[in-house]
């Protein structure tokens, strides 16, 4: 058969034919997957435990155990709350794909966390400190309820910023210890970043604990060592202690 044809106005030239029945054989034969490892196949079916379980709502989307209906069940030995999140999370977005491509990122997220941060910004400078920490904490629970298959980085970037200016407000609010707690969690998310340790800092001298708060304007410096506003508090801070030597020695 002639495989003469005519293109489109407009068409581009280049193309490709169906591939022949014995190319098409070659590729079902590539797409076939190999057989499992025997001794590892092996471990697997030694291992697995079949479970008695039911469906339950919305819609038969959460596994619960057979006998007492329950999501986590210590009799029976199951716990299926992880799962049951997955599943809740796909019922809630139906138009994902399954499983969702790799390092998917909601958009909508994030403008809520920089909409709200940026809300809680303005109620900081405008002095309405318990206002801006309400704002805040609505930032850091939509940063942190990002899907499990997003970017870990992103969430903790966001997260970082969020409670390191509510650390600001707490202190501000004269609730220190609240701040050193926002301060400690900075750090444990994003330890390089001077912010954290400048922040905790902070929450130590309002709390009297001038050596403490000089460990950690330290250890901020070496990720920063020009930081001029670090520096600065450094200096405050030595001079503190150094007025504190004194009253004592008298």
């Known amino acids: 058969m002639s495989h003469s044809h005519t293109h489109a106005p407009g068409e581009s030239h280049s193309h490709s034919h169906s591939p022949a029945p014995q190319q098409q054989q070659q590729q079902q034969q590539q797409m076939v997957m190999p057989p499992p490892d025997p001794a590892l196949q092996a471990a697997i079916e030694q291992d697995f435990k079949p479970v008695d379980l039911k469906l339950g709502p919305p819609n038969d989307s959460t596994a619960l155990c057979a006998k007492h209906g329950l999501e986590v069940c210590a009799e029976c030995g199951v ?13 809630a977005n139906p138009t994902l794909a399954c499983p969702p491509p790799p390092q998917v990122v909601q958009p909508q997220r994030s403008q809520a966390v ?21 704002m805040y904490t609505m930032a850091a629970n939509v940063a942190s309820q990002r899907l499990p298959w997003e970017p870990n980085q992103l969430m903790r970037e966001e997260l970082s910023t969020v409670l390191s200016n509510r650390s ?26 001077s912010k954290g340790h400048f922040r905790k800092a902070k929450a130590l001298v309002e709390l009297g604990r001038l050596r403490e708060a000089k460990d950690a304007i330290q250890l901020g410096l070496q990720f920063e060592p020009m930081n001029a506003e670090m520096n600065g508090f450094l200096g405050e801070i030595e001079a503190g202690m150094k007025k504190e030597t004194r009253i004592k020695a008298q």
């Open 79 to 91: 716990d299926f709350a992880a799962l049951n999140n997955l599943a809740k999370l796909f019922v």
């Open 114 to 134: 920089t909409k709200t941060k940026e809300d809680g910004n303005t109620l900081f400078k405008a002095q309405k400190h318990v206002q801006a920490i309400s």
């Open 168 to 193: 600001a407000a707490y202190l501000a609010a004269g609730d220190a210890v609240g701040a050193l707690v926002d301060a400690d969690a900075v750090i444990s998310l994003k330890k390089p970043w």
